[in-house]
Nanobody, 126 residues
């Protein structure tokens, strides 16, 4: 099966940057699409960004996210990263890495992702 371990979360002030990294293992066919999701206590988990195996297809939740975050993956190192810049308090949440055997698409449905990490906390103070 697939295992996913996130790292890189922490506390920053508004405008700061963080880089999240997720190390994966397991069958490649179960990790075609990799994604980052976030959840605030009491709210539903939401997609942030996803990337296909080739790295050319990337999807972001919104133009605001796309202008501040960058998702990349290294298939040799088995990692997927999320570089976050110009962070805002509304970016605060638990960030999860996830894997899907399906190809990523613009709908970014949580139901498409079968494997999840434990999450890493990101806190942005105003």
């Amino acid at each position: 099966q697939v295992t996913l371990v996130e790292s890189g979360g922490g506390w920053v002030q508004t405008g700061g940057s963080l880089r999240l990294t997720c190390t994966q293992s397991g069958p490649v066919t179960l990790r075609r699409c990799l994604g980052w999701f976030r959840q605030v206590s009491g709210k539903e988990r939401e997609a942030v960004a996803t990337i296909n195996r080739g790295g050319g297809d990337k999807f972001y939740r919104s133009h605001s996210i796309e202008g501040r975050f960058l998702i990349t993956r290294d298939n040799f190192a088995n990692t997927v990263s999320l570089q976050m810049t110009n962070l805002r308090p509304e970016d605060t949440g638990m960030y999860f890495c996830a894997a899907s055997a399906s190809t990523c698409d613009r709908y970014m449905r949580l139901s498409e992702f079968d494997y999840w990490g434990q999450g890493t906390q990101v806190t942005v103070s105003s």
